[in-house]
Each structure stands twice: as structure tokens, then as C-alpha cells.
């Protein structure tokens, strides 16, 4: 009796010292004696209410759900991105998504969904022990939920996750996929900017492990005037324009490129209600994973009638590692007899360029004569810096990885050539003096300060009212500067005054994996 009284009082006090109760009732062994539970707010309407019902209509479904015309995939599956929908209008979508994954052990899922029913800012938990559906209980990871409660960026939110289908409609599907054992953690995704999501993607990483499955809820476009959004008008062309629209930004998610998520969304006012949650995903995607589409549909296709109609996407994220691992500054994995076989590449192609003018020879070509291996097939931010006696000669890339890498390379080469403004074309006399540098870009990730800014190991980009400016990691090295000149240069660079970057300034920072050669060494390509 005493005992049971101690631990009740010290529990109260962990309570109100740091507002933790479920944590400290999981760790202490009195999760059964605390447990409090999320009922489903949506069974018997979204989908099946009875047990036996559900199982079997679930079953159903996975029946149906035919993989024979989605991709081969061979790397782990690390995330799902599912429709959250009434099962009716997207659960066929879904099972296709959810099948992927069908018999599999997991240690822990989290399911990143939108809120729909409150506006906030950041993540929010909900405050219970347990999620409930038709086919039984499903415990949270409470040690895990204790780590994000840590956090500045997450916090409960009343009333959020009271009445929020987004996560709810996920866990059956889960229920009946995978291997009994898994425990929960469930996020909703608010209001962040783009530098947020960079931050909360850090933040989180910490639960993306070998055991863990990331599903990312969330329906895409919402057309017709019950959602406010008619970007064009339904005629015949109603679904292909939905497919356009859809996507589009689907695109961006597997090009890694969040800013352009970001612009595509503002430009075009999708209303997707995924878009968060899909931002965190792209923030926690490394430059070696892939997206594979699985199912494409839309309620419109569904009901014959566009007049109001949903899209529903399922598709599957792989890579070889753990997502966020992948994504950490040490960017590349590319071999040194790779880096010289792009070093190779540029070469050729700038002798071919000299005789016969830019773009004499087309990446098809080049890829059947250097036999290019499938990982050089892959996008990659890049640059080519050429040099002459030891003097800058010419220097242009892409910072974004939006071209594979060897197609990358070929287009910079020409670029530093012949196109780089601050300097005449480059002659054929010039050719045998060269230097020729390729360097290959890790993921970009925003920082907090620059002084988080590391000299000579961090390239870093510089965005300020509407300018931006990038240094390789090697310019502040070759030049001699410290941080605080680094940062003059580059704020000058943009076109703002040296002092620019004190204050108001946005950063990212990237690493580079270098390869440089003379232009005269090895000459023989790899065939």
C-alpha cells in the first residue's frame, strides 16, 4: 500500500514538474494501471464498424490490390504516402500502398497526418496510451512520445486530435498488414514555413530507424466548389487536368526539392491537404532514396462526376539506409573510380564542344559510351569548376539535384566553358592548361545561425530579400577568409551590402565530395 502511494505522489509530481504523466507511467511499469484511450471518432461511417466486418472488408481489398503494375522495388521500404479518405472512395488506392508492406515486423510506425479540425503551429501529440479501432487496441510508444515532448516545436493541442480522421484511417490498414507487436507514435503536422519543416525534420529524426515505418497521410487535390478550388473548368479535359496538377507535385516530392513543393503549392494553390506532412517527408528524404508511384485515382474517376472530386496517391519511399541518415550533411557515396570516370566525361565533352560547339554530343550517347552505372543515373546537385594555372577559369552547377549526375556533369562542363559571363569562352589552345574539378553535392539543410556555418567544410547558400548567393565549401579555403569574411563576401556576392548577413538572413549548407584533375590526365575514357 505504501509503495503503490509513493510511486502515485512521485508520478503527480513528474506530472506537474514537466507535464510527461504517460511517459512516466510507461517507463515505471504502470502503463495498464494508466491507460487512456483514443476512441475512433470515424468507424461505422468512413469505414466498417463491426470487427468482423471491417476484417473482412479489409481483406477484401488487399485481395484486390494488384501489384503487377507497380515498379520492382529491391531497397527497404522506409515510408508510405496513403490517401486518408473514406475507405469506399480510397481505400483501394491505399491497399495497393499498404500491400507493399503486407507480413512485415516493425518495431514502431509514425504516422504524420494533417489537422483538420484546428489551426496551430509545429507538431502536436495527443495526451493518451492507446489508439482504439474495430480491431482492437493499439499502444503508443510513450518512450518516444516522452523524446518529442522534449521538443520546442512540439506540444499538445487541445481539441486537435479529438475528432482528426487523417491518422485514424491509416492504423486499420496497419492493423491488418503487419506483424503484431508495433507500437505508435501519432503526429499531427500544423502550420510551419519552410524553415521549420527543416528544423522539425531534424527534430524528429531520431525515430527513424531499421524498425520503423514512416506513413505519411494525406489526400491531394480537393476540386470543385465544395472545396473552393476550381483552377479550370470541368469539361472533358477535367481528369487529365487533375492528373497534370497532381502530378506536378508529386514531381517535386521525388526530386527532393522542397522549395520547389513549396512554390508549386503557392503558385498554383493546389489544395492538397497533405502538403505538410509532405514537406516534412521531403525535409527527411536523403539524396539515396527513391519514390516509387504506386496508384493514382481520383473520387471523380469513381463516381462519374467531377463536379467535387478528391485525389488519392499511395506510393512508397525506399532507400538502402534510414531515411534522415541518408540526408545528414556527409552527403555522397560516389567511389573514386566514379568521380574519375566524371572527370573523364567533361573531358570529352569539352573536346568535342571546342570542335564542334556546345552540345555536340547528347547524354544517350554518352551514356552508351562511358557504360554509365546506374548510381551516376541518379539526381545529384553538381558543379565543374574549371581552372587555369591555378586561377579561376570558369565555375557553374546546380546546387538542386534536378538532372542524374553524369547528365549533370555535362551540362556544367559546357556551362563553365562557355557560359559563365565573368569570362571569355574557352579556346582550344587553353584546353591542355586545365584543371578540371567535378564536385558532387549532398542534400541542402537549413541551419539556425551561421554560426552553425563550418569554414572549409560547409558550401553555404545565402537567401535575403529576394537574392541569394553560394559559396563552394573550398572558396573560403582557397581565399584565406574566416567565417565573418566568408559570410561579407558571399552577402557582397548577392549584391547586398557586406554586412547583409548579420541579421534577417536565411542559410542553408551543403557538403561537397571533390574529384580534380588536369585536363592532359587520363586521358582514356572508361569503357
Known amino acids: 500500500m505504501k509503495k503503490k502511494l509513493f510511486w502515485s505522489i512521485f508520478l503527480f509530481i513528474m506530472l506537474l514538474a514537466n507535464n510527461n504523466l504517460l511517459f512516466c507511467a510507461d517507463i515505471m511499469g504502470y502503463r495498464d494501471a494508466y491507460k487512456k484511450i483514443k476512441y475512433s471518432t470515424v468507424a461505422g461511417s468512413w469505414y466498417p464498424g463491426k470487427p468482423e466486418v471491417l476484417a473482412k472488408y479489409l481483406d477484401d481489398l488487399l485481395s484486390k490490390a494488384s501489384l503487377a503494375d507497380t515498379p520492382a522495388i529491391e531497397d527497404p521500404i522506409r515510408a508510405l504516402i496513403l490517401p ?172 527532393r526539392d522542397i522549395d520547389g513543393f513549396i512554390n508549386y503549392h503557392n503558385q498554383t494553390g493546389i489544395s492538397s491537404c497533405g502538403f505538410g506532412p509532405l514537406a516534412l517527408l521531403i525535409n527527411l528524404m536523403g539524396s539515396q532514396s527513391n519514390v516509387h508511384l504506386l496508384k493514382y485515382q481520383t473520387s471523380g474517376e469513381l463516381t462519374s462526376d467531377y463536379s467535387n472530386s478528391v485525389s488519392y496517391l499511395s506510393a512508397a519511399i525506399t532507400a538502402k539506409q534510414p531515411l534522415y541518415t541518408a540526408n545528414k550533411e556527409d552527403a555522397t557515396a560516389i567511389s573514386k573510380e566514379d568521380m574519375v570516370l566524371l572527370h573523364n566525361i567533361a573531358k570529352r565533352v569539352l573536346d568535342l564542344a571546342i570542335n564542334k560547339g556546345p552540345n555536340p554530343i547528347s547524354p544517350e550517347e554518352i551514356a552508351a559510351e562511358f557504360k554509365i552505372p546506374d548510381n551516376l543515373k541518379k539526381p545529384y546537385g553538381a558543379f565543374v569548376t574549371l581552372k587555369k594555372e591555378g586561377e579561376l577559369r570558369g565555375c557553374i552547377g546546380f546546387i538542386k539535384p534536378i538532372k542524374p549526375l553524369f547528365e549533370a556533369v555535362i551540362d556544367n562542363a559546357i556551362n563553365a566553358a562557355f557560359r559563365d559571363h565573368r569570362f571569355n569562352t574557352l579556346k582550344k ?23 552553425e556555418f563550418e569554414v572549409g567544410h560547409h558550401g553555404i547558400i545565402m537567401s535575403k530579400m529576394g537574392r541569394e548567393a553560394v559559396f563552394l565549401p573550398e572558396v573560403a579555403t582557397e581565399q584565406g577568409w574566416n567565417r565573418d569574411q566568408t559570410l561579407t563576401n558571399l552577402s557582397q556576392k548577392a549584391g547586398l551590402s557586406g554586412s547583409a548577413w548579420k541579421t534577417d538572413t536565411i542559410f542553408k549548407v551543403f557538403t561537397a565530395q571533390k574529384h580534380s584533375a588536369p585536363y592532359a590526365h587520363n586521358k582514356t575514357a572508361k569503357k
Open 84 to 255: 486518408h479518405a473514406g475507405y469506399n472512395f480510397s481505400g483501394a488506392t491505399a491497399a495497393v500502398g499498404i500491400k507493399q508492406v503486407m507480413g512485415r515486423e516493425y518495431k514502431r510506425v509514425v504516422v504524420l497526418g494533417p489537422a483538420h479540425k484546428k489551426a496551430f503551429a509545429g507538431l502536436s501529440l495527443p495526451d493518451v496510451t492507446h489508439y482504439e479501432t474495430p480491431l482492437g487496441l493499439i499502444p503508443l510508444d510513450l518512450q518516444a512520445m516522452g523524446k518529442l515532448n522534449s521538443l520546442k516545436t512540439v506540444n499538445y493541442i487541445p481539441g486537435a486530435h479529438s475528432r482528426e480522421h487523417s491518422i485514424e484511417m491509416e492504423l486499420p490498414l496497419l492493423q491488418k498488414a503487419l506483424k503484431p507487436g508495433w507500437k505508435l507514435v501519432p503526429i499531427l503536422v500544423g502550420h510551419l514555413n519552410k524553415k521549420g519543416f527543416a528544423k522539425v525534420a531534424k527534430d524528429i529524426s531520431f525515430l527513424l530507424d531499421d524498425k520503423t515505418l514512416l506513413v505519411v497521410s494525406g489526400d491531394f487535390t480537393h476540386y470543385g466548389p465544395n472545396y473552393d478550388y476550381t483552377p479550370f473548368v470541368k469539361d472533358e479535359q477535367i481528369a487529365k487536368n487533375l492528373h497534370a496538377l497532381d502530378i506536378g507535385a508529386f514531381n517535386k516530392i521525388v526530386e
Open 429 to 451: 589552345a587553353e584546353l591542355s592548361e586545365l584543371e578540371i574539378e567535378i564536385s558532387v553535392l549532398s542534400p541542402t539543410h537549413y541551419i539556425n545561425s551561421y554560426e
